[in-house]
T-cell receptor, first 118, second 115 residues
Framework: AQKITQTQPGMFVQEKEAVTLDCTYDTSDPSYGLFWYKQPSSGEMIFLIYQGSYDQQNATEGRYSLNFQKARKSANLVISASQLGDSAMYFCAMREGPGGSTLGRLYFGRGTQLTVWP | DAGVTQSPTHLIKTRGQQVTLRCSPISGHKSVSWYQQVLGQGPQFIFQYYEKEERGRGNFPDRFSARQFPNYSSELNVNALLLGDSALYLC??????????????FGPGTRLLVL
């Protein structure tokens, strides 16, 4: 079974509007971390936001917020006030196990291509 | 501060050849991970090193090997190249925050084309 599922191959949003990118995950480990990365056409993976499984509040970083619904095993990324520079591939990733005591490989989804139009 | 650096940026090889990719982590980071990203897919984990020791290995054949040096830089070696090894190879170095949570920061990658 896929550990990370991103069901939206592509999304389109108008500049200044908000957009939600979907991500569901599958793990039996009670401790895990969820990440979102942005990958422009240049190829570099840019870290955006992190949510720990025990965090009580949804993570926020500037215009990025993570809508974490633990019971549904979903970790959707919300980008507010979209900008043309937000056009890129977005990947959801998961690390299993507690971050403090183990080194965790990341499991990635297939990504969502976001296009922001003027 | 400089981010993760990788070299070379692009590489063209022929089947059967061997290739070495290099990575320097962010200053102060002691862990390096390698990922392979085939076109149209998310990155797949290859190796993770911490303090010069292998701490994890993904589902890749023995043709793939890596090592980490005393200065925490790393090399990924791939022998007997196949067409299917054509991919973007990403290196990441790890940072632990005050809560002990690990975040991996990626370099720009090396694009390998095998002909």
């Amino acid at each position: 079974a896929q550990k990370i599922t991103q069901t939206q191959p592509g999304m389109f949003v108008q500049e200044k509007e908000a957009v939600t990118l979907d991500c569901t995950y599958d793990t039996s480990d009670p401790s895990y971390g969820l990440f979102w990365y942005k990958q422009p056409s240049s190829g570099e993976m840019i870290f955006l936001i992190y949510q720990g499984s025990y965090d009580q509040q949804n993570a926020t970083e500037g215009r990025y917020s993570l809508n974490f619904q633990k019971a549904r095993k979903s970790a959707n990324l919300v980008i507010s006030a979209s900008q043309l520079g937000d056009s890129a591939m977005y990947f959801c990733a998961m690390r299993e196990g507690p971050g403090g005591s183990t080194l965790g490989r990341l499991y990635f989804g297939r990504g969502t291509q976001l296009t922001v139009w003027p | 501060d400089a981010g993760v650096t990788q070299s070379p940026t692009h590489l063209i090889k022929t089947r059967g050849q061997q290739v070495t990719l290099r990575c320097s982590p962010i200053s102060g980071h002691k862990s390096v991970s390698w990922y392979q990203q085939v076109l149209g897919q998310g990155p797949q984990f290859i190796f993770q090193y911490y303090e010069k020791e292998e701490r994890g290995r993904g589902n890749f054949p023995d043709r793939f090997s890596a090592r980490q040096f005393p200065n925490y830089s790393s090399e990924l070696n791939v022998n007997a190249l196949l067409l299917g090894d054509s991919a973007l190879y990403l290196c990441a170095s790890s940072f632990w925050d005050d809560r002990g949570e690990e975040t991996q920061y990626f370099g720009p990658g090396t694009r390998l084309l095998v002909l």
